[in-house]
C-alpha cells in the first residue's frame, strides 16, 4: 500500500501570501488530520476532517483552513502568511480517526516565509 | 493541556534498556507512541486504549494507567536504530477526539 503522500516538500514563500498544502492519506483512511512541527512549540495539532468534515479544531489562528474532498484528499490553506509560520506541515492518516486507530504520518511539507 | 514526557532526553549503550514516561492532567481514552528520526516523519510504534486494549510493534511494549493518567514505554535491549526522538500523543475521554503530543524524548544509542 502506498503511503501518506504530501506535496509540494520544500515551499518559500514572503510574508503576506498564501500557500496551499496538499496530503493524499493511505487508500481507505478517511480521517486526515494537520500537524505543525516546529523545534521550539513541537507538535501541535491543526484539525481533522473525516469524510469530507472538519471533525476537531486546534488552537490556530482562522489563517489557517482546509478541507477534505470525496476522494479523502486534504488540503490546507494558510493566508497572509507571518514569518512564525516557518514550520513543517504534517500530514497524518488513519481508518478511523486520532483517538482510537494508528496515524500514518507523510513526510511533511517545509514551509519557510521570508 | 499537553501531556508531559520524562527525561527529556537519555543516551544509552546498545543493550541496555531505557523507559520515557508521559503523564497526563486529564482523563484519558487512549495514549500513543511513535518515534521520529531526523528529517523523517514520525512512526506509529504503540497505541493503549482505555480498558487494556493494546495494538502495536511486537519488540516495543508500553503500560498504560488509566488512575493515574500515565503512560510508559518500555525499550530493551535497545539497538542503534533505536535512536530518534519519542512522541507520546495522548486523547481524553471527552467530547475531544484530537490527539495532543508531549515535547518528546531524544534517545540516543551509542555503539
Known amino acids: 500500500k502506498a503511503g501518506v503522500t504530501q506535496t509540494p516538500r520544500y515551499l518559500i514563500k514572503t510574508r503576506g501570501q498564501q500557500v496551499t498544502l496538499s496530503c493524499s492519506p493511505i487508500?481507505?483512511?478517511?480521517?486526515v488530520s494537520w500537524y505543525q512541527q516546529t523545534p521550539g512549540q513541537g507538535l501541535q495539532f491543526l484539525f481533522e476532517?473525516?469524510?469530507?468534515?472538519?471533525?476537531n479544531k486546534g488552537n490556530f489562528p482562522g489563517r489557517f483552513s482546509g478541507r477534505q474532498f470525496s476522494n479523502s484528499r486534504s488540503e490546507m490553506n494558510v493566508s497572509t502568511l507571518e514569518l512564525g509560520d516557518s514550520a513543517l506541515y504534517l500530514c497524518?492518516?488513519?481508518?478511523?480517526?486520532?483517538?482510537?486507530?494508528?496515524?500514518?504520518f507523510g513526510n511533511g511539507t517545509r514551509l519557510t516565509v521570508t | 493541556q499537553q501531556p508531559v514526557q520524562s527525561p527529556q532526553a537519555v543516551i544509552l549503550r546498545e543493550g541496555e534498556d531505557a523507559v520515557i514516561n508521559c503523564s497526563s492532567s486529564?482523563?484519558?481514552?487512549?495514549v500513543h507512541w511513535y518515534r521520529q528520526k531526523h528529517g523523517e516523519a514520525p512512526v506509529f510504534l504503540m497505541i493503549?486504549?482505555?480498558?487494556?486494549e493494546q495494538k502495536g510493534h511486537e519488540k516495543i511494549s508500553a503500560s498504560f494507567n488509566e488512575k493515574k493518567q500515565q503512560s510508559s514505554l518500555y525499550l530493551t535491549a535497545s539497538q542503534l536504530s533505536y535512536s530518534g526522538t519519542y512522541f507520546c500523543g495522548t486523547a481524553g475521554s471527552g467530547s475531544a477526539r484530537q490527539l495532543t503530543f508531549g515535547s518528546g524524548t531524544q534517545l540516543t544509542v551509542l555503539p
Open positions: 476532517y473525516f469524510s469530507e468534515t472538519q471533525r
Open positions: 486529564k482523563a484519558l481514552y487512549s
Open positions: 497524518a492518516s488513519s481508518p478511523e480517526g486520532q483517538r482510537n486507530s494508528p496515524l500514518h
Open positions: 493503549l486504549l482505555k480498558g487494556g
Open positions: 487508500s481507505g483512511h478517511r480521517s
